[in-house]
């Protein structure tokens, strides 16, 4: 039994890092801003008379006590429990346990504890606060629970009292609350220190990963008024496949078709949608195509793609040190990347200046390079490759920008998450060039919408537009020129 202390004294760093974790007091419950119902929140497939109702119900905004008395009184018998058994564990041996016989030996002490103390706990009880405690010691605390949860997409943590997710496309608040800030702040930074990277007063805002590769967001006091904030976009287990797409109705099987293909044909593509719309996920299913052959340098902020090549270099920014030196910026990593012989490079997210860098690479021999951006049409998207080049601090006529993101971008692939929940494909726009000051683009496949089904999700078609693509001549240096134009005119009715 680990249980007693013995002769062998706890580091001080680390019995201070776990009673942050796990033994700080809870602190009263406020009275919450404004409650939001679980079953209509986030709930992008209402019809336009239910969200007025929605919008004009007074309740919604009405003020409710979070405070329980019973509620109370377990939260205080927790309490004493947490310090009684924090006297008892010696901290230093307990966290190299394995986490069975960790969770074991601790409700064999809250046994003990409840049977000295004549506390009010069952059995259910004692194992709940036992996994709870091995949570706080080993894992993410409170988070766990949802982070094992494979239908949560996204864990948004408001502050100590308020946590959300965000399943099948829609918000829910869920059960899970922390003790008080100091206990989000702990499993934030241990979050963060996990990656080599730090969170506090000094230095608030922080992007980070877990483990698997789920991407987290952490901002803190004093920028987060109520309360530190940790946003988790959750790291699918389940690989996500354009043939997947199509049985989930996110894009259609010929539609499905023309993206394997341009994706196979090296074929230089842009990703555009909102936050939360599936550009990554999307980047991760046409990369699919990537031969085994090739070798593929990704760059990100915070690692988060999931190549399936045996060739693939990730690398990843740094943020400055405490003086303020040391920083490596997407930039610095695209012109590095530039001198590892790569075939292809992909940016996780093109947000500034390095998308001159990813331009300059797209013509200079790296075809079939790819990355994302945020931007609502295509049309957009190209304005905002422009806008971010003007970021540089280059000075070039704009007409000499616009022709080399036409001599270089192939393909955008536009996606929006739309009111039911769903992610599709809106548009899939080819660039052809330029004609005078303009950037000539024409649509292959747009998605119409057709109404709404009984079950309150959206219906439509994706449509080809029917015209031969610019990059048939592309295609058929691979040998696919056939099947394209097939998958063009099958899904434009031309072909049956």
């Known amino acids: 039994m680990f249980g007693r202390r013995g002769t062998t004294e706890t580091p001080l760093a680390l019995e201070g890092e776990i009673q942050a974790a796990i033994a700080a007091p809870a602190k009263p419950i ?37 405070n329980n008395p019973m509620e109370d009184e377990l939260t205080a018998t ?26 074991r030996q601790i409700i064999e002490l809250i046994g003990d504890i409840v049977l000295e103390q004549k506390l009010p706990l069952n059995k259910a009880e004692q194992q709940l606060l036992a996994s709870q405690i091995v949570d706080d010691m080993l894992g993410f605390g409170p988070l766990e629970p949802l982070l094992r949860d494979d239908s949560i997409n996204d864990i948004m943590v408001n502050g100590p009292y308020q946590v959300y997710i965000e399943r099948r496309g829609k918000l829910e608040l869920s059960e899970v609350k922390f003790r008080d800030n100091e206990h989000v702040m702990a499993i934030a930074t241990r979050i963060v220190t996990g990656v080599g990277r730090r969170v506090d007063e000094s230095t608030p805002i922080c992007d980070a990963r877990l483990p698997d590769g789920s991407r987290v967001n952490v901002i803190a006091q004093p920028c987060a008024i109520r309360g530190t904030s940790i946003s988790i ?105 530039l001198r590892m ?65 036409a001599s270089a971008v192939n393909l955008v692939i536009q996606i929006s998450r739309m009111r039911d929940g769903v992610r599709r494909i809106t548009h899939v726009t080819e660039v052809v060039g330029m004609e005078g000051d303009v950037i000539i683009t024409q649509d292959l496949f747009t998605f119409e919408f057709t109404g709404e089904n009984e079950a309150g999700k959206l219906t439509g078609e994706f449509k080809s537009s029917g015209i031969r693509p610019y990059c048939s001549q592309k295609a058929g240096y691979f040998g696919l020129e056939k099947s394209l134009i097939e998958a063009m005119m099958s899904s434009a009715g031309i072909v049956k």
């Open 30 to 66: 406020p009275v919450a801003a404004a409650p939001t119902p679980k079953t209509n929140s986030g709930d992008h497939g209402a019809s336009g008379e239910a969200l007025l109702a929605h919008a004009s119900d007074a309740s919604l905004i009405a003020p409710v006590q979070r």
């Open 78 to 103: 927790k309490d004493k429990i947490y310090g009684l058994l924090i006297e008892q564990i010696d901290i230093s041996t307990s966290s190299r346990l394995p986490r069975e016989e960790l969770k």
């Open 233 to 337: 976009r959750k790291f699918s287990q389940k690989k996500i496949t354009l043939d997947a797409m199509v049985e989930t109705k996110n894009i259609s099987a010929d539609l499905c078709k023309v993206l394997k293909i341009c994706g196979a044909i090296r074929l230089n593509i842009i990703i555009s949608g909102g936050t939360g719309s599936g550009k990554t996920t999307m980047l991760n299913a046409v990369s699919r195509m990537i031969s085994h052959g090739e070798r593929v340098v990704t760059i990100e902020d915070a690692a988060e793609l999931q190549l399936q090549q045996p060739h693939v270099v990730p690398l990843e920014t740094r943020i400055a040190n405490l003086e303020g030196d040391g920083e490596i910026t997407m930039r610095d990593l695209v012109k590095n990347a």
């Open 341 to 405: 012989r790569p075939d292809r490079i992909i940016l996780g997210e093109v947000r500034g200046p390095e998308a001159f860098d990813l331009l300059q690479a797209m013509n200079t021999g790296h075809d079939g390079s790819m990355g994302t951006l945020h931007a609502n049409t295509p049309r957009e998207a190209l304005t905002r490759l422009e806008n971010m080049i003007g970021m540089a601090g280059i000075n070039l006529p704009s007409k000499a920008v616009r022709t080399q993101i």
